[in-house]
Nanobody, 123 residues
Framework: QVRLVESGGGLVQAGSSLRLSCTAS????????MAWFRQAPGKAREFVAG???????RYADSVKARFTISRDNANNADYLQMNSLKPEDTGVYYC?????????????????WGQGTQVTVSS
């Protein structure tokens, strides 16, 4: 069983930056897709960014050029660098693991989820 733990959320002003981290424990990860999703109050959980074992990345249009996903395979971790944050980026950010790359934006394909970390961006 894999456990995912996120960290790095917080309350920031618009235009600021935050770096989220996700660490997996329980076993050593292999060729598995990692991703970040977010959920704003009253809205569905949405795909933010994803990364393959070999660091091929994918982003939602709303975060392209502002967010960067990366991973450290040796340490079972991935990261989401968020720059130029906007109030509409507010939400709970979740780390997810294990979907096929072709299904990377579909929450139903991820068997493993973290507990989430709150990001609040004030205007």
């Amino acid at each position: 069983q894999v456990r995912l733990v996120e960290s790095g959320g917080g309350l920031v002003q618009a235009g600021s930056s935050l770096r989220l981290s996700c660490t997996a424990s329980g076993r050593t990860l292999s060729d598995e897709y990692m991703a970040w999703f977010r959920q704003a109050p009253g809205k569905a959980r949405e795909f933010v960014a994803g990364i393959t074992w070999r660091s091929i990345t994918r982003y939602a249009d709303s975060v392209k050029a502002r967010f960067t996903i990366s991973r450290d395979n040796a340490n079972n971790a991935d990261y989401l660098q968020m720059n130029s944050l906007k109030p509409e980026d507010t939400g709970v950010y979740y780390c997810a693991l294990g979907a096929p790359e072709s299904r990377s934006a579909d929450t139903n394909w991820y068997p493993y989820w973290g507990q989430g970390t709150q990001v609040t961006v004030s205007s």
